[in-house]
């Protein structure tokens, strides 16, 4: 997005600024290329600093909201939290509404145990693991 943004000032300003101080094609050239190649420099910049730091700034909550979310998350899928945190009017760390992704990532940056591994944890089995120990077919116990 920042890309064809800027690519779309560069298309409409350029010409106007060429005209406004007078300047050939060439000074154009010139100051457009010292233009990208400082973008271009800030952009690698920006990458190598996220790759050193992390997303994890870009995720923080408040803790009250994490403390939520973990007593949400042995009861409710990722969906249903992202609904009842934003039901109550919470925001990401972003300012944007919760969504699962959101809140898969709040869990694994902070270590909270999945719904999954909490029902495992408690004895619960999966549909397949029940089938086997019965000696039936899926199907049979879904039913």
């Known amino acids: ?81 992202a609904a009842i945190l934003n039901a109550r009017g919470h925001t990401s760390g972003e300012g944007r509404p919760f969504h699962t992704l959101i809140i898969r990532n709040i869990r694994d940056e902070h270590g909270l145990r999945s719904r999954e591994q909490r029902l495992r944890d408690a004895g619960m089995l999966t549909l397949d693991e029940m089938a086997d120990q019965l000696g039936v077919s899926a199907r049979t116990v879904k039913a």
């Open 1 to 81: 997005m920042v890309a064809s943004l800027d690519a779309n000032v560069i298309k409409v300003a350029v010409p106007a600024i060429g005209r406004s101080l007078g300047a050939s094609v060439t000074a154009l050239q010139w100051t457009l290329t010292s233009y990208l190649l400082t973008v271009a420099a800030l952009l690698l910049l920006s990458g190598a600093l996220a790759d050193r730091f992390g997303r994890r700034r870009g995720w923080r909550q408040h803790r009250g909201q994490t403390r939520q979310g973990d007593a949400q998350n042995a009861h409710h899928t990722h969906a249903e939290i």
